[in-house]
Every structure is written in structure tokens, then in C-alpha cells.
């Protein structure tokens, strides 16, 4: 951990102010042996603070569960368990708005009304839009505001409660599976095959500064991609490189890929 590294990660002003308030929040929990914890971080952001951090003993990624996109770092002293981000006192709140079955709000609704009701993007995880519900998570700090004054998300009214973590309800992302052969993995590749585009095209995408890899944004159209990485390009969607199958007898290399529909 160097404070000093925050200066070779940042990309602009912004994230340079960000990794300040990171490390001064979880430098101080650490300095106090006390459990300390950030706001939610964008999968962006949250590798950005890896490389800031490292993996010092104690420091946890959770957003609430553990698919999450969004997560909080959140330092736990030694004489805490990993179980205490569990807890009804730890960090992270879910609170579950239901509304009426024949109401059909998006998440783009649920935060926009979120954002309207004045609330930071930052103190908001992810929103699971259901049948009939919603369960988001929050900070610990905002959760009480948010029961009291977060009555609509548009036209559809809400009752708010909050409920355990262990008890939300998270959907199912909703995938399409492709299986194809390239001649490599080099990013532009993988975007042609996933999005079904030219490849030329594709490295259009990533030299334009439309394409991350987990979150981090990459302009390299042949930069390698490896099992398990999720790749977001603007305009198009998410997909991730769920396998790599080895060679076929051309030489090729089979994957599998998932496009998130």
C-alpha cells in the first residue's frame, strides 16, 4: 500500500479524488484497528483500488451479494470475522420496495428516481427489479433517509422495508450462449464474435474508448482476454468469455461466449 501510487493509477482529477477518500477512509480504520468501509465502487473504480491497496489482511469487496457489481471496500480488524459483513450493524443494507404486480418499473426508473429523490449514486449498489419488487442495497448511513422519503420510483408507488441480506431476491441474469472458433483472443475478436459484428468494426469500438474489460477501459483492439473476463462496449452491450475449449483441427481456438440480453 503506497499513497503515492494514487498519482500513476488516477486517470483524471476525479479519480484522483476518489482514491484519496479510499485511502484515507480504510488507511484510518487500519491506523485505529476499527472496521472502516467506502462507498459502492463501479467494477472501474473497484480495480483502480486494487491496484491502490493490494490485498492487505482484512480488506473485502462486498456489495451484498456475491455476484455483485457494485461493492464497498470494507476493512474488518483481525478480531472481526468475514461474517460480520453479514450482520444487521455491517455496512451494507438491502431494502426491498414492492409495488403493485401490474406496475412494470424498470431499473433505469428505480434509479432515476433514487438520483431524484436526492440521493449519491455512490450510496447505492445494485438494483434487482423483480415481479412485483425491488431489492437494492444501500449504504448503512442512507438506509434510514431512504425508508422514510423513497415512496415512488415514477407512477408506481412503493412500501419500503428493509430485510437481510441473506433474504434477497436476485435475478437471473438473462444470457444468450454462443459458441464460435477465432483465430485468437485478442479483444476486437471477441467483441466481433460476442456482438456478431465485423472485426474491423469492433476495433472501431475499442480505439473510440467504448470498450472495458472488468470494468477497466481498454483502447487496444489486441489486447488478450482471458476466461472469466466481462467486456462492456458502449453502444452494444455486455458479454463475458465464459470458455476457452482449446484448438480445433484448424487451428482455431473454440470458446464459449455469453451476451448478456
Not at 412494470?104 to 431524484?116: C, E, I, K, V, W
Not at 442495497?137 to 422519503?149: G, K, R, S
Request: proline share 5%; hydrophobic share 40%.
Amino acid at each position: 500500500m503506497d499513497r503515492n501510487s494514487i498519482e500513476k493509477i488516477a486517470q483524471s482529477s476525479e479519480d484522483r479524488l476518489l482514491l484519496a477518500k479510499l485511502w484515507d477512509k480504510i488507511n484510518a480504520g487500519m491506523r485505529k484497528n476499527i472496521p472502516s468501509s467506502t462507498c459502492f465502487l463501479s467494477p472501474r473504480e473497484l480495480e483502480m483500488a486494487r491496484f491502490l491497496f493490494g490485498q492487505p489482511e482484512g480488506l473485502h469487496a462486498f456489495g451484498g451479494y456475491a455476484e455483485a457489481e457494485r461493492k464497498m471496500l470494507v476493512y474488518l480488524p483481525e478480531y472481526l470475522q468475514e461474517d460480520a459483513l453479514w450482520e444487521e450493524e455491517g455496512p451494507c443494507v438491502c431494502l426491498r420496495a414492492a409495488f403493485f404486480q401490474g406496475d412494470s418499473p424498470s431499473h433505469r426508473d428505480f434509479l432515476g428516481a433514487l438520483m431524484g429523490a436526492g440521493i449519491a449514486r455512490e450510496t447505492v449498489g445494485d438494483i434487482c427489479v423483480g415481479t412485483g419488487q425491488c431489492d437494492f442495497f444501500v449504504t448503512a448511513e442512507i438506509a434510514p433517509y431512504i425508508l422514510q422519503n423513497f415512496t415512488s420510483a415514477g407512477r408506481t408507488k412503493l412500501h419500503m422495508e428493509r430485510i437481510a441480506l441473506k433474504d434477497a431476491c436476485i435475478p437471473e441474469p438473462e444470457i444468450r450462449e454462443l459458441r464460435d472458433t477465432l483465430a485468437s483472443l485478442r479483444l476486437d475478436s471477441v467483441i466481433s464474435s460476442g456482438f456478431r459484428i465485423g472485426r474491423s468494426l469492433a476495433a472501431q469500438y475499442v480505439t473510440a474508448g467504448k470498450a472495458a474489460i472488468d470494468g477497466l477501459p481498454c483502447e487496444k483492439p489486441d489486447k488478450p482476454v482471458s476466461p472469466g473476463q466481462k467486456i462492456s462496449v458502449r453502444g452494444l452491450g455486455k458479454l463475458k468469455l465464459a470458455a476457452v475449449n482449446g484448438k480445433t483441427k484448424k487451428d482455431r481456438i473454440s470458446v464459449v461466449i455469453h451476451r448478456y440480453v
